[in-house]
């Protein structure tokens, strides 16, 4: 069984809209959680890391944490063509090795100009 | 900002040939990753270092091998190329802090072996 689900799309927006990502994890003893953005063709790249329930902002980028229902959500304000990207959800599982990640399988988003 | 260098974007072998990809960073992180990414696949983890001359096997090592001699650097070696090894081989580094670390990324390598 997957650890880290992800929808994986593909999810369009209109360029200016929200665009909500989604992740379930199904370790409950995970405590840190990661969102990277992956261009086609080009490697991962962190933009969010959150570690406790709320939300946290950054920008134009919002990470919401719900442990209790064990899912993590980044959204994006004002969606821009340059956020067409594929998004990974990652989280450190508390089985294993603290120092691997466990990354979900991503989601293409496309945000139409 | 972090930094980890891959020593080439693109590689091109043959069969049976030995490969050494290799990755160094420059912000003495203790770990470090290698991954291999494919299309409906997503990211497997081959092996990782938490030290030096420390070697722990990932998801998919078979093929596969690893050198640590120095902190910075981690190389990863096929030992006999083969045509399903073939893909995006991606380094990553991390610190050592009780797991809270995120790891980060290279430019990654595209190997082809032909």
């Known amino acids: 069984q997957k650890e880290v689900e992800q929808n994986s799309g593909p999810l369009s927006v209109p360029e200016g809209a929200i665009a909500s990502l989604n992740c379930t994890y199904s370790?409950?003893?995970?405590?840190?959680f990661f969102w990277y953005r992956q261009y086609s063709g080009k490697s991962p790249e962190l933009i969010m890391s959150?570690?406790?329930?709320g939300d946290k902002e950054d920008g134009r980028f919002t990470a919401q944490l719900n442990k209790a229902s064990q899912y993590v959500s980044l959204l994006i304000r004002d969606s821009q063509p340059s956020d067409s990207a594929t998004y990974l959800c990652?989280?450190?599982?508390?089985?294993?090795?603290?120092?691997?990640?466990?990354f979900g399988s991503g989601t293409q988003l496309t945000v139409l100009p | 900002d972090v930094k980890v260098t891959q020593s080439s974007r693109y590689l091109v072998k043959r069969t049976g040939e030995k490969v050494f990809l290799e990755c160094v960073q420059d912000?003495?992180?203790?770990?470090m990753f290698w991954y291999r990414q494919d299309p409906g696949l997503g990211l497997r983890l081959i092996y990782f270092?938490?030290?030096?001359?420390?070697?722990e096997k990932g998801d998919i090592p078979e093929g596969y091998s690893v050198s640590r001699e120095k902190k910075e650097r981690f190389s990863l070696i096929l030992e006999s190329a083969s045509t399903n090894q073939t893909s995006m081989y991606l380094c990553?580094?991390?610190?050592?802090?009780?797991?809270?670390?995120?790891?980060?990324f290279g430019d990654g390598t595209r190997l082809s072996i032909l």
């Open positions: 370790d409950r003893g995970s405590q840190s």
């Open positions: 959150i570690y406790s329930n």
């Open positions: 912000m003495d992180h203790e770990n």
């Open positions: 990652a989280s450190v599982p508390l089985s294993g090795s603290a120092r691997q990640l466990t």
């Open positions: 990553a580094s991390s610190l050592e802090t009780a797991g809270n670390q995120p790891q980060h």
């Open positions: 270092s938490y030290d030096v001359k420390m070697k």
